[in-house]
């Protein structure tokens, strides 16, 4: 079991180039499931879960070849439909290869993801839109057993909440279905719109591209001739970094990303007195003469993400005040809480509610351990500002998100150090 160690008083300066969106490429490479062609994807991070979706995808029977970040793919030979549990449990996203399956075969078998340490996590909306386009779900030893005898069937449907996969899988679903469906409530992320605009790039009519409200003409099951594309930057991993610069009062870049897919995240910089710079594709966080407190409420695109809330609760210790942060998303996202509290963090809970009142002496480096991806990068940005050596265990969850995550703080004078426990 690997875990890292993060030396204090450690200031970033300089640049961080960024990679693709974890979240965006699984449910791009979960669509070629649907397509006839190979295809070149450009800007693929390396990261655990994407490694993990493309072995199950040539479980499944595609073909690929892999050159760094970019891949060639070739989903037309898939021929089985079985998603196993033992690939499913170790990346829940798995569930991206539901509609796209089931859309192409008529039939599949993907084992329920696991819940995991944010939250239960259903796929009760997957699988209820699945229904109203006319497929039989029934659940069995663990997994989904889904069929439509003659082809889904296009549809009305209205999610009842905001789901990101949720959407993504019924859009790939009505993509190759039988006739016209409108979907109301469908999540607006840039990950959703850009497997849209692929889709629609592969001759599939959707009407409504960023909104809540798509109107999708099926293909009748013919597969679909695939463009190239490039995979967006990660805004996640983006604003992580530029936490490192907040948290630390230093100027830092990043660079290769939107900002405008960060408005949220730009804005609560700001709140909390940083400078913040902007060119198409760099974004520069300054330093300010004093942190002040931010209140954060965590929603659905266009607002505040919540895979940006444990980041920002890190900095939050060192706001001149006090913070509040409501998770209003997942009902289980403070889990780095009580390990940030461990390195002398002043923080209480209330229900979906943190308090983070300035910790008025410096934070102290201690062992502490991961839980998740995102709680995993705020007990990083954390330890660059203790008084003394950090340890964080289970860091394979950083590396399901972050791409290369040592080079990239080394790049910006970061020393952080990967050791292995002895096993003897
Ligand atoms: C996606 O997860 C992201 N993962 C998550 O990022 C992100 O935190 C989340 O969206 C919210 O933005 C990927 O895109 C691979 P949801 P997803 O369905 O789709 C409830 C990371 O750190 N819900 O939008 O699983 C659910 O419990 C990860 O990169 C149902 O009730 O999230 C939650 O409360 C973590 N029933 C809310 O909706 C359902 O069928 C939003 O979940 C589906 C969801």
Do not use: W
């Amino acid at each position: 079991m690997d875990y890292i160690e993060i030396e204090p008083n450690q200031k970033p300066n300089g640049k961080v180039r960024i990679s693709g969106a974890k979240n965006a490429a699984l449910p791009l490479l979960a669509s070629t499931i649907l397509s006839k062609n190979s295809i070149a994807i450009k800007n693929l991070p390396d990261v655990v879960d994407i490694n993990t979706l493309l072995k199950l995808l040539q479980i499944l029977g595609a073909s690929y070849t892999k050159e760094k970040h970019c891949i060639k793919i070739d989903g037309s030979k898939i021929n089985k439909t079985t998603a196993t549990y033992d690939i499913v449990k170790t990346m829940r996203a798995s569930i991206l290869v539901l509609g796209p399956l089931l859309s192409r075969f008529n039939h599949c078998e993907v084992s329920l993801p696991g819940g995991c340490a944010i939250g239960t996590r259903p796929v009760d909306l997957h699988l209820s839109a699945l229904e109203k386009l006319g497929a039989k779900i029934e659940i069995k030893d663990g997994y989904i057993l889904a069929t439509c005898k003659d082809g889904l069937k296009g549809a009305n449907i209205v999610f009842d909440k905001i789901t990101v996969t949720g959407s993504e899988n019924i859009i790939m679903a009505c993509a190759l279905a039988h006739g016209s469906s409108t979907l109301i409530n469908v999540a607006k992320e840039p990950e959703v719109v850009q497997l849209c605009k692929v889709l629609s790039d592969a001759g599939v009519d959707i009407k409504g591209i960023g909104t809540d409200t798509l109107v999708i003409k099926g293909s009748n099951q013919k597969l679909l001739d695939f463009k190239d594309f490039t995979i967006i930057p990660d805004r996640i991993e983006a604003g992580t970094y530029l936490c490192v610069g907040a948290i630390t009062n230093s100027a830092l870049t990043v660079t290769h990303v939107k900002p405008e897919h960060m408005i949220s995240i730009i804005e609560k910089f700001e709140e909390m007195g940083y400078g913040i710079e902007l060119t198409d594709d760099t974004i520069t966080i300054l330093p300010t003469k004093e942190i002040k407190p931010v209140h954060i409420v965590t929603t659905e695109y266009p607002g505040f993400p919540t895979d940006m809330q444990a980041q920002f609760m890190a900095v939050a210790t060192q706001a001149n005040g006090t913070s509040v942060i409501d998770e209003r998303l997942f009902e289980n996202r403070f889990m780095h809480i009580a390990e940030l509290k461990r390195m002398g963090a002043k923080i209480s809970i209330n229900g979906t509610t943190a308090t983070i009142e300035n910790s008025s002496d410096r934070l102290t480096g201690t062992k502490v351990m991961a839980t998740d991806l995102r709680a995993s990068s705020s007990l990083v940005i954390a330890s660059l500002i203790a008084d003394s050596t950090t340890t964080i265990d289970r860091i394979y969850h950083l590396d399901r998100g972050y791409e290369h995550l040592e080079n990239k703080f080394k790049n910006i004078g970061i020393d952080i150090k990967r050791k292995k426990y002895d096993t003897k």
